[in-house]
């Protein structure tokens, strides 16, 4: 190996290639000096340089705004430490030293509730539709009026629709007053001006129930009536309750061909047919969604959910994995509810009594509602 010195003033001896490699530095900048282009030595002398593109320029970096930080901070939190069984025994012993997180079906659970609190651009209207009776319209109804009223904290409001007299005021908690949607169309006066009337306002004419935290707007139960619901006064009343509730179901009676029938079922944001595991209502639910499909009503498989509910604490295990395969072709998704006793005894619903399987089913339900709003 040759060795050498670069003509400098240490006693450093240099390799052969780090002398060639300062010769070729003494050569460039030589040629450079003299005005010519430095030409890499395999490339003709007429072509230019390949110089490396240009990095696009940058903006100017975003920083992290206050909004971002708690959006990440919640995303971090996740679900949280567990409070169901043996996990949360071993939480609450420990005092949260052990920070257990939850099992699969707390978690689940949490999820649900996420979902039904999300929040929404506006208010959003529900219609449990199915023109046969025994389909478990207003046990729908109240029992998605208590889910979104107890998991969202209320701003929830079930209103019976029907043509004539309908039984939503009968199976809901009742009230010191009897007043129905025929004397608020009479009374709508009182909330012409949007600055002046308030939701204290319809305390006069709808039916708090209580802890399950939603309000009740029973149909019309005067004996001596004998006029209907029109298309205009479900519209009336529709505009008034979107201004005072964020969540409306309506239960839509039996008669498709009615005027009120028509107006909710084209001024809902979804659609939930309801129907028990029996051949008649699954027809007659399947009957009017042909229905609806040949008036021209479009996205109907996307706008609709499915509830379907066990009429006795056996059924026809065949029939309903029929019920669930059909309809499942026609809506969006279905959700199989269990029997109940408190929701078929015809009776005031003991919301309290509803049991733990039933306000599961129901959760998951009305979760797949909200997710599809």
């Known amino acids: 190996m040759t060795q050498g010195h670069l003509g400098d003033t240490s006693d450093r001896l240099y390799t052969t290639d780090e002398l060639t490699a300062y010769g070729r530095r003494r050569d460039a900048e030589a040629t450079r000096v003299a005005g010519a282009p430095l030409v890499p030595a395999q490339q003709p002398a007429q072509q230019p340089a390949q110089q490396p593109a240009a990095e696009e320029p940058q903006g ?11 959006d990440r901070r919640a995303e971090e939190v996740g679900l949280g430490p567990a409070t169901w069984g043996w ?24 999820t649900l509730r996420r979902a039904v609190q999300r929040d929404f651009d506006g208010p959003r209207t529900i ?25 969202r904290g209320g701003g929830v409001v079930a209103w019976d629709n029907n043509e004539t007299r ?46 399950a935290h939603f309000d009740v707007l029973a149909s019309d139960e005067r004996p001596d009536v004998t006029g209907t619901i029109r298309a205009e006064d479900y519209l009336a009343v529709h505009r008034l309750l979107e201004r005072f509730y964020r969540i409306l179901l309506i239960d839509t009676g039996n008669n498709m061909r009615a005027e009120n029938w028509l107006a909710a079922a084209e001024s809902a944001d979804l659609l939930v047919v309801t129907s028990t595991v029996r051949e008649d209502t699954g027809y007659s639910g399947l ?34 994995a029929d019920l669930v395969d059909v ?15 408190a929701l078929v005894a015809g009776s005031v619903v003991p919301y309290a009594q509803l049991s733990k399987a039933t306000r599961q089913s129901w959760l998951r339900a009305v979760a797949g509602m909200a997710e599809a709003l």
Do not use: C
């Open 327 to 341: 309809y499942e072709q026609r809506t969006r998704a279905v959700y199989r509810v269990p029997y109940d006793p």
């Open 60 to 70: 100017p970096r975003r920083f992290m705004s206050a909004t971002d930080f708690l």
């Open 87 to 110: 996990r949360g025994w071993v939480n609450r012993v420990t005092r949260g030293l052990a920070d257990l997180a939850m099992g699969p079906a707390e978690a689940e659970h949490e």
């Open 166 to 211: 309908g039984t939503l005021g009968i199976r809901g908690t009742r009230s010191t007053h009897r007043n129905t949607t025929r004397e608020l169309l009479e009374d709508l006066e009182r909330f012409s001006d949007v600055y002046q009337s308030r939701i204290g306002d319809l305390g006069a004419f709808v039916r708090s129930q209580g802890d």
């Open 287 to 320: 009957w009017m969604l042909d229905a609806l499909q040949d008036a021209g009503y479009a996205d109907l498989k996307h706008k609709t959910v499915t509830v379907l509910s066990d009429p006795s604490p056996t059924v026809d295990d065949k029939l309903a």
């Open 127 to 151: 219609a449990f539709i199915n023109p046969k009776g025994g389909a478990a319209k207003t046990t729908g109804v109240l029992a998605a009026g208590y889910t979104f009223g107890t998991v």
